[in-house]
């Protein structure tokens, strides 16, 4: 996963960045999958060998400055620390690492936690697809988000899930998504 400071783009521009990316990568061995614009940052989805990793950002540089790098895998996590790491991605527009957090939680949790993790999850999964220029399929999650945190308690560890069901539900009436930290 490689974070570029964004220079004001917006979600809509997501098809001309990947386009770009790809342009400027044609010439190398990497797979450039996928683009979200978040406020802060361009994040690339990207498959690239360890050793050309320096080459593949410098030819991404005039998208904008590199802003972090991150090597995502399916890793074992402690289930407390994953919601840890969920937040803290979530609250910073990384909607793919957080999905990536709480799912590693979502797998040692069972009954209603696994559900309510899982909703959280999704709601992270809906704003991923806003940052793809995708809107309409990440506002059509959000019933699947209120379907999973169901009728569960107000608050998760310090996740105030009634806040969530409440912007779900404006989301949903808006059919819009706006950025909001849990």
Excluded at 5 to 16: D, I, V
Excluded at 53 to 69: Q, R
Excluded at 122 to 131: G, I, P, R
Aim: aromatic share 8%.
């Amino acid at each position: 996963m490689l974070h570029f400071k964004n220079k004001a783009y917006g979600p809509e521009h997501s098809r001309e960045i990947i386009n770009k990316a790809r342009d400027l990568t044609s010439d190398m061995n990497v797979s450039v999958r996928v683009a979200r614009i978040a406020t802060k940052f361009v994040e690339f989805d990207v498959g690239v060998e360890k050793e050309d990793l320096d080459a593949l950002v410098e030819k991404l540089s005039s998208i904008g400055p590199i802003d972090n790098i991150r090597h995502v895998i399916e890793e074992e996590i402690d289930k407390d620390q994953g919601v840890k790491d969920g937040i803290f991605y979530f609250n910073n527009e990384r909607f793919w690492e957080c999905h990536e957090a709480f799912e590693g939680s979502w797998k040692k949790s069972f009954g209603r936690e696994k559900e309510i993790i899982q909703g959280i999850l999704l709601f992270a999964v809906a704003f991923a697809h806003a940052q793809e220029d995708e809107l309409s399929i990440g506002v059509g999650m959000l019933s699947r988000v209120l379907e999973k945190l169901g009728t569960s308690p107000s608050m998760y560890n310090s996740i105030d899930l009634d806040r969530i069901r409440n912007k779900a539900v404006e989301m949903q009436q808006a059919n819009n998504l706006v950025i909001f930290e849990i």
